[in-house]
């Protein structure tokens, strides 16, 4: 409907919205995934989908339209918990106005309605409904059973549940070995509504002062399976903190005295980063990640004021918050590049570009190798390579 009401094509109008939302997260240092597929660009893979569906009866037609006969899927419910026998007939669990046979079933494949986008397939003209182009995108990329597959907590029933079913129903094997689900993002305590003026977007924040990286500690410093309340007090603490980051990386920068290296200095990092290392990995608790980092800072400020701390013990301090600041993203927030020979890997880039022309793809391969030892993740996209510290 956008894109008709300006007059513009669809693809023209997404791509508006697309370039906004990369702009964003590369303003919070959010590192880019590797693959960004579009619904648009996985109809292939949804005919497959439908196709094999149909062939087990899984799929009834009505109005032109695809629809999955959950019935048909004995495990429905297995994410969420949720006992079938408990929808009730009558009650809409889903987005989509369809005729259906039973309130249950979701629908694959809409039919072409006057003025929508729509395509060409062997069960007629029309769009993906909105379950199908999540698993076709999967299908696309990954080919097959995915690791982790994450999403916030309102899309575990049905969103999930109907990927699960549609995936496993067609190609019988599982969808995804674990599911992460992350809680609602909450402002001034309850959720965003532009009625009640708590509603922000990220440039608005940014039109009003306040800093990207308070913005980012602010949103990842409370547990992915707890509601985050994000206050504008809250961006205040978060400067707060980052103050005390960014005092004590100055200390350090400070230290020109060369000595003997510190034995409580060792000792204290290696320790800081075994504990940062097991609460990480226990379900990812940021919140004893950041208290880790902060008592030893509280620590290494300490020795800095006994004047036990010396040239190459700052360089191992400031080693061991780069590794964690690879998880965190705000202490040497916006300088991954920094102390990177930026001409020689452009260098490399054109080198490598010469060499993939010329289809000496070993040197390509070679070149690619080389920087990712490194620490350089280079990224082919349609607008050309793009790297990036890993």
Avoid at 233 to 239: K, N, P, T
Avoid at 246 to 275: P, S
Avoid at 345 to 362: D, G, T, V, W, Y
Wanted: proline share 2%; charged share 30%; aromatic share 10%.
């Amino acid at each position: 409907n956008g894109s008709l009401a300006e007059g513009i094509s669809l693809r023209e109008y997404t791509d508006r919205y697309i370039k906004i939302f990369f702009d964003d997260i590369d303003t919070l240092n959010i590192e880019r995934v590797e693959h960004n597929p579009r619904a648009t660009e996985s109809v292939p893979e949804m005919i497959d989908i439908i196709s094999r569906l149909d062939e087990k009866g899984m799929v009834y037609e009505k109005d032109g339209s695809r629809y999955f006969s959950i019935s048909k899927f004995d495990n429905y419910g297995r994410l969420s918990r949720l006992d079938t026998r408990e929808i009730k007939t009558g009650l809409r669990y889903d987005t989509d106005e369809y005729e259906k046979d039973d309130v249950r079933d979701f629908v694959l494949w809409k039919a072409s309605k006057e003025n929508e986008p729509s395509w060409d397939t062997p069960f007629g003209k029309g769009r993906p409904g909105w379950h199908i182009e999540c698993s076709a995108m999967v299908r696309g990329v990954f080919g097959g059973t995915i690791d982790i597959h994450t999403g916030g907590v309102d899309l575990i029933f049905p969103h999930h549940e109907n990927e699960i079913a549609q995936s496993e129903g067609a190609y019988d094997e599982s969808f995804a070995r674990f599911w992460i689900h992350v809680e609602h993002l909450l402002v001034d305590g309850t959720k965003m509504s532009k009625s009640k003026g708590n509603y922000y977007t990220l440039r608005d924040l940014l039109e009003k002062g306040y800093s990207p990286r308070a913005i980012r500690f602010l949103l990842i410093s409370t547990h992915y399976r707890k509601q985050l309340n994000f206050t504008i007090e809250g961006i205040a603490q978060a400067e707060n903190a980052l103050a005390r980051i960014d005092n004590f990386l100055a200390r350090l920068q400070d230290i020109r005295a060369e000595g003997a290296t510190d034995a409580a200095v060792k000792t204290t990092t290696e320790e800081f980063f075994e504990h940062f290392t097991e609460v990480m990995d226990d379900d990812l608790n940021i919140s004893g990640g950041m208290g880790a980092l902060f008592e030893y800072i509280h620590t290494m400020n300490s020795l800095i004021d006994e004047e036990r701390i010396f040239l190459s013990d700052a360089d191992c301090i400031l080693n061991a918050l780069k590794k964690v600041d690879s998880v965190f993203g705000f202490i040497f927030f916006g300088d991954r590049k920094a102390g990177v020979d930026t001409a020689r890997i452009e260098s490399l880039i054109e080198e490598r570009q010469r060499a993939r022309k010329e289809k000496n793809f070993a040197r390509s391969d070679e070149i690619r190798d080389t920087l990712l030892a490194e620490g350089i993740v280079l990224e082919d996209t349609r607008e050309g390579v793009r790297w990036k510290v890993k």
